[in-house]
T-cell receptor, first 114, second 111 residues
């Protein structure tokens, strides 16, 4: 099992450009999440999908959109990138069956917006 | 407001020197508290989940404990390979789809 995979690993954008970060999990998990990690601020939730077909805003959703393409895939889109979106982005998934809410994280995408 | 504070921000230990990391939390009803390890350039790796005050979990040199206001990650006789950033997160009962992370403790164990 690959677990949670993310593409690309690195990306440099210019202000105003758009891009989509891809995430896939092979653990048959129901829930998926997108976080950003900035120095000294910890992980902050951008959007989550509690189950296939649903998405909801997290703590910092402005400037982002998401799509839960199917049970395996959850993408994050930046429509018009801004320097404030320079960060490391992590995708995570969890089973959400019973009391098991443990999240499993991907390796991250390091995004720089110039 | 739900929040998590970790201390210290950074900790340097000699190999074999035991210590503890702290995670203080404020949440309106705790569903779960999670500890993760994060190595440079990688995603967080799950260590423990604690659900109720008094609960303890152990894994090799690590032991996590939980009270009503804080959690401790005790590291006994650490080795250089324990060097990493340790993250704490809480999940609230009111919306258990949301997880609140602390900013982490960066641990450096010198041989």
């Amino acid at each position: 099992n690959a677990g949670v995979t993310q593409t690309p690993k690195f990306q440099v954008l210019k202000t105003g450009q758009s891009m989509t970060l891809q995430c896939a999990q092979d653990m048959n998990h129901n829930s998926m999440y997108w976080y950003r990690q900035d120095p000294g601020m910890g992980l902050r939730l951008i959007y989550y999908s509690a189950s296939e077909g649903t998405t909801d805003k997290g703590e910092v959703p402005n400037g982002y959109n998401v799509s839960r393409l199917n049970k395996r895939e959850f993408s994050l889109r930046l429509e018009s990138a801004a320097p404030s979106q320079t960060s490391v982005y992590f995708c995570a998934s969890s089973e959400r069956a019973g009391a098991t809410d443990t999240q499993y994280f991907g390796p991250g995408t390091r995004l720089t917006v110039l | 407001e739900d929040q998590v504070t970790q201390s210290p921000e950074a900790l340097r230990l000699q190999e074999g020197e035991s210590s503890s990391l702290n995670c203080s939390y404020t949440v309106s009803g705790l569903r779960g508290l999670f500890w993760y390890r994060q190595d440079p350039g990688k995603g967080p790796e799950f260590l423990f989940t604690l659900y109720s005050a008094g609960e303890e979990k152990e894994k090799e040199r690590l032991k996590a404990t939980l009270t009503k206001k804080e959690s401790f990650l005790h590291i006994t006789a650490p080795k250089p390979e324990d060097s990493a950033t340790y993250l704490c997160a809480v999940q609230a009962l009111k919306n258990f789809n949301k997880f609140y992370f602390g900013s982490g403790t960066k641990l450096n164990v010198k041989p």
